[in-house]
């Protein structure tokens, strides 16, 4: 399995900023995922980052709310803009590795919005 | 539309054996994911089923029934370690990722 690495783990943020997080991957990947889980809830898929091409968003989530950078096959940034309390909850990115398409996840990133 | 259903909560005893159910409907079935997740950390992949039986891995035990749309994730001799939540996954015909809402296992002593 590969090692993902997510930043920040925490962050507590003021209402109406933004924040960028960063998922590394030690191995190139096709394609990586961005995951939402609300306090107390499951997982709810945001977007897929393509490398070279635009994300593909999930029904509920924007490019202009969440945009997503993908410059190579290792590396991607999901921004929370202009956050509210309702963004509060964990941020997961994660990859596919092998054939039977199990996902591996990072490490999470929790956002508490003030 | 898609769902999926497991209960929201067990409670079983230290050294025992507990079955967690996961039944689902979904558009086409392209196989079913069991995940472990400690409280305040990522989920961890545990088991994959896409045919019909039992897979076993150590203590872990994933069960599909593919005709009746239905799961289960068994557990044996039970640590404290095993508290999670474990949730049920299913990709369907467009390997889309369908995720049950997950099942809080305590574990007491």
């Known amino acids: 399995s590969a090692v993902i690495s997510q930043k920040p783990s925490r962050d507590i943020c003021q209402r109406g900023t933004s924040l960028t997080i960063q998922c590394q991957v030690d191995s190139q990947v096709t394609m990586m995922f961005w995951y939402r889980q609300q306090p107390g809830q499951s997982l709810t898929l945001i977007a897929t980052a393509n490398q070279g091409s635009e994300a593909t968003y999930e029904s509920g989530f924007v490019i202009d709310k969440f945009p997503i950078s993908r410059p190579n096959l290792t590396f991607s940034t999901l921004t929370v803009s202009n956050m509210s309390p309702e963004d509060s909850s964990i941020y997961l990115c994660?990859?596919?590795?092998?054939?039977?398409?199990?996902?591996?996840f990072g490490e999470g990133s929790r956002l508490t919005v003030l | 539309g898609q769902n999926i259903d497991q209960p929201t909560e067990m409670t079983a005893t230290e050294g025992a054996i507990v079955q967690i159910n996961c039944t689902y409907q979904t558009s086409g079935f392209n196989g079913l994911f069991w995940y472990q997740q400690h409280a305040g950390e990522a989920p961890t992949f545990l088991s994959y089923?896409?045919l019909d039986g039992l897979e076993e891995k150590g203590r872990f035990s994933s069960f599909l029934s593919r005709s009746k749309g239905y799961s289960y994730l068994l557990l044996k001799e039970l640590q404290m370690k095993d508290s999670a939540s474990y949730l049920c996954a299913v990709r369907d015909s467009n390997y889309q990722l369908i995720w049950g809402a997950g099942t809080k296992l305590i574990i007491k002593p």
């Open positions: 994660s990859v596919v590795l092998s054939e039977a398409g199990e996902l591996f």
């Open positions: 089923n896409v």
